[in-house]
């Protein structure tokens, strides 16, 4: 073999070895660019690990297939078959194999969350499945708004579904009338939590931010509710004033102006109308605001009762019958009547009727 | 050059009569039949679906096109003895190799091309039909990086060729399928590799798991599928250095596969 023949083949070693160590940069800008190496994620040390290598990297494809037979599991069995863990497990395999998956995180969490007859009622696993969903795609609005929903109509924490609609509306590539829905949303969460003055802030950036004049309209009609709502509370002190001095009720909030326990008369509602006494709890309401609530009471009492008769083919038999239908088969609660007063209920029409009018 | 292409033109030409465009109509099977049933079953993710199925559909064909005609490229040669009447013509063997591998890269790309056409095709009847739905859902079609997904594809091929080329300029045909599907295997896998080298107390462990990281090829790099379904990062930079990436790591591998070509002997 000559000297020329055997360095030929070290050569060319050389210029591979030279070729390799070109290559690293590339893949050192790769990683930059991609953020880091891809598949590391916590999911990698926990059961779904096995899965991501048997897939083979065609995780997305794994992801799929277990999202099908997770919803064949939905459809074939009733809800009270169904496992919650399994469904978590179902879940958390199909995120961790597709962690960009929004629908998988939206649809699981709420599924888990609801409780029956159209979830499982595994409230904090729904959540935790949401959580994960927020981590994984800190981008999108859609996971906090679901979980806000979550926390404000099951575990009733309002500041936390607040908490939350506000993260929604700072998520980046909302329309300006989006981000007022759920600035609004959070506003509103605020507000049933009893932070009426987070609340009205909220309502006021809305006010003077929003570009469409009937978002302008309805954050102006809340921000007048919270202020009556105040007025209410400042004038049931008042009332409460009075009894404690003079042993009664005063027969009108005016009488309370007269007396000096409210100084410089009865103010004017914001929401319009006037302020009314509501002996039975003794308070101070809004005529107006009594009004609306009393409605919205109305509507929603008349609602369930035609909800009911659909469910047992019959109105319920009593208010007391249609209480027990909503408080143990909805997630809802049995409104008060925002006066104090009683329902009037009729069981041949089904329809429930407020015990007093206002004028 | 002109011997290069000569072989690449042969290899082509042997590439169709092997009749691999059938693959084609397995694939436009393959993706008609399943995207009306698993789309129709998917809670309304139907592009997800398709493009989840069609994209790695695509991949597990090219790779499977890519290990079983590559390893078959210098072996058939030498066992059928034609490789005696090639060098008998003024060709060098680094020129057999290079056309061995461009023909074959060639037959790919048709191959590719016209699966990456049907999938869209059928992506578009989808998004078309679902317009709202999908906009809704994944705020975006990503035809784009629908392409790109399928390009980075293409790129893996190319690598997958250069390795299967490799152990095919040496050992048996299915020998060369193990050691190449192996190979796939851990490229896929780089970045746990990557992973062991940053948690492990051991220096000297680290650093060579930080050197088996870089030397075996980076499949996880050539994997934009997700991208295609939610848009992303596949910018012009990241297009640029994995191009680069694989033009270089194919490179070394047709180098490695001409030295090993080049002590071969023919009795």
Same mark, same amino acid.
């Given at each position: 073999?000559?000297?020329?023949?055997?360095i030929?083949?070290?050569?060319?070693l050389?210029?591979?070895?030279?070729?390799?160590?070109?290559?690293?940069?590339?893949?050192?800008?790769?990683?930059?660019?991609?953020?880091?190496?891809?598949?590391?994620?916590?999911?990698?040390?926990?059961?779904?690990?096995?899965?991501?290598?048997?897939?083979?990297g065609?995780?997305?494809?794994?992801?799929?297939?277990?999202?099908i037979?997770?919803?064949?599991?939905?459809?074939?069995?009733?809800?009270?078959?169904?496992?919650?863990?399994?469904?978590?497990?179902?879940?958390?395999?199909?995120?961790d194999?597709?962690?960009?998956?929004?629908?998988?995180?939206?649809?699981?969490?709420?599924?888990?969350?609801?409780?029956?007859?159209?979830?499982?009622? +595994?409230?904090?696993?729904?959540?935790?499945l949401?959580?994960?969903?927020?981590?994984?795609?800190?981008?999108?609005?859609?996971?906090p708004?679901?979980?806000? @929903?979550?926390?404000?109509?099951?575990?009733?924490?309002?500041?936390?579904?607040?908490?939350?609609?506000?993260?929604?509306?700072?998520?980046?590539?909302?329309?300006?009338?989006?981000?007022?829905?759920?600035?609004?949303?959070?506003?509103?969460?605020?507000?049933?939590?009893?932070?009426?003055?987070?609340?009205?802030?909220?309502?006021?950036?809305?006010?003077?931010?929003?570009?469409?004049?009937?978002?302008?309209? @309805?954050?102006?009609?809340?921000?007048?509710?919270?202020d009556?709502?105040?007025?209410?509370?400042?004038?049931?002190?008042?009332?409460?004033?009075?009894?404690k001095?003079?042993?009664?009720?005063?027969s009108?909030?005016?009488?309370?102006?007269?007396?000096?326990?409210?100084?410089?008369?009865?103010?004017?509602?914001?929401?319009?109308?006037?302020?009314?006494?509501?002996?039975?709890?003794?308070?101070?309401?809004?005529?107006e605001?009594?009004?609306?609530?009393?409605? +919205?009471?109305?509507?929603?009492?008349?609602?369930?009762?035609?909800?009911?008769?659909?469910?047992?083919?019959?109105?319920?038999?009593?208010?007391?019958?249609?209480?027990?239908?909503?408080?143990?088969?909805?997630t809802?609660?049995?409104?008060?009547?925002?006066?104090? +007063?009683?329902?009037?209920?009729?069981?041949?029409?089904?329809?429930?009727?407020?015990?007093?009018?206002?004028? | 050059?002109?011997?290069?292409?000569?072989?690449?033109?042969?290899?082509?030409?042997?590439?169709?009569?092997?009749?691999?465009?059938?693959?084609l109509?397995?694939?436009?099977?393959?993706?008609?039949?399943?995207?009306?049933?698993?789309?129709?079953?998917?809670?309304?993710?139907y592009?997800?679906?398709?493009?989840?199925?069609?994209?790695?559909?695509?991949?597990?064909?090219?790779?499977l096109?890519?290990?079983?005609?590559?390893?078959?490229?210098?072996?058939?040669?030498?066992?059928?003895?034609?490789?005696?009447?090639?060098?008998?013509?003024?060709?060098?063997r680094?020129?057999?190799?290079?056309?061995?591998?461009?023909?074959?890269?060639?037959?790919?790309?048709?191959?590719?091309?016209?699966m990456?056409?049907?999938? %869209?095709l059928?992506?578009?009847?989808?998004?078309?039909?679902?317009?709202?739905?999908?906009?809704?859902?994944?705020?975006?079609?990503?035809?784009?990086?629908?392409?790109?997904?399928?390009?980075f594809?293409?790129?893996?091929?190319?690598?997958?060729?250069?390795?299967?080329?490799? %152990?095919?300029? %040496?050992?048996?045909?299915?020998?060369?399928?193990?050691?190449?599907?192996?190979?796939?295997?851990?490229?896929?896998?780089?970045?746990?590799?990557?992973?062991?080298?940053?948690?492990?107390?051991s220096?000297?462990?680290?650093? %060579?798991?930080?050197?088996?990281?870089?030397?075996?090829?980076?499949?996880?790099?050539?994997?934009?599928?997700?991208?295609?379904?939610?848009g992303?990062?596949?910018?012009?930079?990241?297009?640029?250095?994995?191009?680069?990436?694989?033009?270089?790591?194919?490179?070394?591998?047709?180098?490695?596969?001409?030295?090993?070509?080049?002590?071969?002997?023919?009795?």
């Amino acid at each position: 073999m000559s000297v020329r023949t055997a360095i030929k083949p070290l050569i060319a070693l050389v210029i591979l070895a030279a070729l390799v160590a070109v290559s690293i940069p590339f893949q050192i800008r790769i990683d930059e660019i991609r953020g880091r190496f891809r598949s590391v994620e916590e999911s990698l040390y926990i059961s779904s690990s096995s899965l991501k290598k048997l897939s083979l990297g065609y995780d997305e494809l794994l992801a799929d297939i277990y999202w099908i037979r997770a919803l064949q599991y939905f459809g074939s069995k009733k809800p009270e078959e169904q496992n919650p863990e399994l469904l978590y497990h179902y879940f958390d395999i199909i995120t961790d194999l597709d962690p960009r998956f929004v629908n998988a995180y939206r649809y699981g969490g709420t599924f888990l969350a609801e409780p029956p007859p159209f979830g499982l009622g +595994e409230t904090m696993k729904g959540i935790e499945l949401l959580d994960k969903g927020r981590r994984n795609n800190p981008e999108n609005y859609k996971l906090p708004l679901e979980e806000a @929903f979550i926390y404000y109509f099951y575990p009733k924490d309002y500041e936390k579904a607040a908490g939350l609609f506000r993260e929604a509306s700072e998520k980046p590539g909302l329309s300006p009338l989006r981000k007022a829905s759920m600035k609004g949303m959070a506003a509103s969460a605020h507000a049933r939590g009893g932070n009426n003055e987070l609340s009205r802030k909220i309502w006021e950036i809305i006010y003077e931010t929003s570009p469409s004049d009937g978002r302008r309209e @309805f954050a102006l009609r809340n921000i007048n509710e919270i202020d009556t709502m105040a007025l209410e509370d400042k004038l049931t002190e008042s009332l409460k004033e009075y009894v404690k001095r003079y042993g009664g009720l005063p027969s009108s909030p005016e009488d309370m102006a007269r007396s000096g326990v409210v100084k410089n008369g009865i103010p004017e509602a914001p929401m319009g109308g006037k302020f009314i006494l509501a002996p039975t709890i003794e308070a101070v309401k809004s005529s107006e605001l009594s009004k609306r609530r009393i409605q +919205e009471a109305i509507a929603f009492l008349n609602a369930k009762s035609a909800r009911y008769k659909k469910l047992y083919g019959d109105f319920p038999r009593s208010l007391d019958e249609l209480r027990k239908f909503i408080e143990l088969e909805t997630t809802a609660v049995f409104p008060a009547h925002p006066l104090g +007063e009683e329902y009037i209920y009729d069981p041949e029409t089904g329809k429930v009727e407020s015990g007093i009018v206002i004028d | 050059m002109r011997r290069i292409l000569s072989v690449a033109h042969n290899t082509f030409i042997e590439a169709i009569r092997d009749r691999v465009l059938y693959s084609l109509i397995l694939f436009a099977i393959i993706m008609i039949l399943s995207s009306l049933v698993f789309a129709s079953i998917s809670a309304e993710q139907y592009n997800k679906i398709v493009k989840d199925l069609g994209l790695t559909a695509i991949s597990i064909i090219g790779i499977l096109i890519s290990v079983f005609l590559g390893i078959g490229l210098v072996y058939k040669e030498v066992e059928r003895k034609t490789v005696y009447n090639i060098f008998s013509k003024p060709i060098k063997r680094y020129e057999f190799i290079f056309g061995k591998y461009l023909g074959l890269c060639i037959t790919l790309f048709v191959i590719t091309l016209g699966m990456a056409l049907i999938l %869209f095709l059928l992506v578009l009847l989808i998004e078309i039909r679902y317009e709202g739905l999908i906009s809704f859902y994944y705020g975006g079609h990503y035809y784009a990086e629908f392409f790109n997904a399928v390009y980075f594809e293409y790129l893996e091929f190319l690598v997958v060729i250069g390795i299967a080329l490799v %152990f095919s300029s %040496f050992t048996t045909p299915v020998m060369s399928a193990l050691f190449t599907f192996f190979v796939i295997a851990i490229g896929r896998f780089s970045s746990d590799i990557r992973l062991f080298a940053e948690e492990v107390k051991s220096p000297f462990t680290a650093l %060579f798991s930080e050197a088996v990281y870089r030397i075996i090829p980076n499949l996880e790099k050539f994997d934009v599928r997700s991208e295609a379904v939610y848009g992303g990062i596949v910018n012009p930079d990241l297009i640029l250095y994995t191009t680069v990436y694989a033009v270089i790591y194919t490179l070394a591998l047709l180098i490695l596969a001409t030295i090993i070509f080049e002590r071969k002997e023919f009795k």
